[in-house]
């Protein structure tokens, strides 16, 4: 089964800069649409950030304008790039397929604070 692996967290002031990476196993990670999800304690998981095989992206409003997502294709990899963090970002963000149907991974935690 694919696996996903996710890394970059930890802690960070507000206003601060994160990168998040996801690597994706198998050989299909090319062909797939890839999405950044985040789960705060008490929440449901919720998208924030998507990006299509053809790198087109999409955000959510919490994060427009101050996350983006890219992939690269070589390295199996979807990036998130954080910036202007703020303490309503902490979560733990997980990677995988718009619509879930990967097997999550263990994600990696973000905390904002000063």
């Known amino acids: 089964q694919v696996q996903l692996v996710e890394s970059g967290g930890g802690l960070v002031q507000p206003g601060g800069s994160l990168r998040l990476s996801c690597v994706v196993s198998g050989n299909s990670f090319s062909a797939i649409d890839m999405a950044w999800y985040r789960q705060a304690p008490g929440n449901e998981r919720e998208l924030v950030a998507a990006?299509?095989?053809?790198?087109?992206?999409n955000y959510s409003n919490s994060v427009k304008g101050r996350f983006t997502i890219s992939r690269d294709n070589p390295k199996n990899t979807v990036y998130l790039e954080m910036n202007n963090l703020e303490p309503g970002d902490t979560a733990v963000y997980y990677c995988?397929?718009?619509?879930?149907?990967?097997?999550w991974g263990q994600g990696t935690q973000v905390t904002v604070s000063s």
């Open positions: 995988n397929t718009p619509d879930g149907r990967l097997y």
């Open positions: 990006i299509t095989r053809f790198h087109t992206t």
